[in-house]
């Protein structure tokens, strides 16, 4: 339909989008607690990386162009294995959000409302995503491509704004604790760019299928430079965290700016950019778990599921029983199935798809 074909540009923007909205709430905590001072080698290391998988995503889905992840593995192995992955990308894409609802939503709760039941917290961003899921896919994008420019300038200025804050001596020891530590468990770092989630689903959202290549290296060069400004931030104000709060590590360094008397308190307005940029995280994984489902079951019209996913997300978001537990999933069950769906599972299935397809030419 033309209504769901996306440009190129806005393409790249989903891709950012994802990486943005982690970086908001505890990754970037996650990333230095891995690494320590060796963090900024890290991430361009995970960078090159990223990169270098996003080149060979390209190589695979060469041959199928126009065709997602879904498509392909209907091609691998038919509706049997077409259904499994669908029902895995759905997961991937609901858990996680809902998790990373909730530990935003327990931000929100510390800084603002104290006295605020979570699940009312969490509904205001449900009821959201079912009023931006009910427009055209095209609006949700418009309204990402507005909001995404004033995201990263926000970040860019937090590192402006907390120079004289900085004590660069905290990049020593440059390789953190050792160069085992940085290079070979520090690859798990990768799952800062989980962005790359969205190369699995959009190729026939495209309007221009032959700029995938672009779409991938462009979405995640612009993702490692964000994500070297967030922790570079957080490294040279914070010894490793010890007293900062971990649910929200950037709006505690927004906290620290002060232009004069009359800008202060500039926190808020980093906040209300925040919101923004995670209610539209949250309309892109479920229009995508949308998009996923429609395929699986062969219907018609995605206006069914309008609110079906948000839903889900919601019970998702309300599973953990405390503070504690949540932060606990978003560290550890993200990175497993991050690493396990969107660099494993997305892999393997290209590759034998593209190993078949080989037979079939040589035939």
Known sequence: ????????????????????????????????????????????YVSILALLFAFILFKLFKKFQGQDIIDISDYLGGPFLKNIVGIIFIIYFISSSGILLRNFAEGLKVIYF????????????????????????????????????????SIFFLFIGNLPSFS??????????????????????????????????????????EDFKKIALTGIGISALYLLLCVSTLLFMF????????????????????????????????????MLEICCYLTITSKFSSIIFKKMANLKY????????????????????????????GNTLYRFISLTVVFGLGLLILIFANAKKYREEKR
């Open 302 to 329: 995605q206006k069914p599921l309008t609110f079906i996913f948000p839903l889900l997300i919601f019970s998702v978001a309300l599973l953990p029983k405390t503070v504690a537990i949540s932060k606990l999933l």
């Open 168 to 209: 660069f001596e905290r990049i020593f020891p440059i390789l953190g604790e050792g160069v085992f530590n940085t290079f070979v468990v520090g690859i798990g770092n990768i799952i800062a760019f989980s962005g790359i989630s969205c190369l699995y689903i959009i190729p026939p959202l495209l309007k221009k299928p």
């Open 1 to 44: 339909m033309p209504d769901t074909k996306i440009s190129t540009k806005e393409a790249i923007m989903l891709i950012i989008s994802i990486v943005i909205a982690h970086t908001i709430v505890t990754l970037p905590v996650t990333l230095l607690k891995n690494s320590k001072s060796g963090i900024l080698v890290n991430i361009v």
């Open 239 to 274: 010894s490793f965290f010890l007293k900062v709060d971990e649910i929200l590590p950037l709006y505690t360094a927004a906290s620290y700016i002060e232009y004069g008397t009359f800008f202060q308190r500039l926190d808020s307005i980093f906040l209300l950019i925040w």
């Open 114 to 153: 104290p006295n605020t039941n979570i699940l009312y917290i969490i509904l205001s961003f449900i009821i959201t995503i079912c009023i931006t899921n009910s427009l055209s896919f095209r609006s949700n994008i418009k309204v990402i491509s507005i909001i995404l420019p004033f995201v990263i300038v």
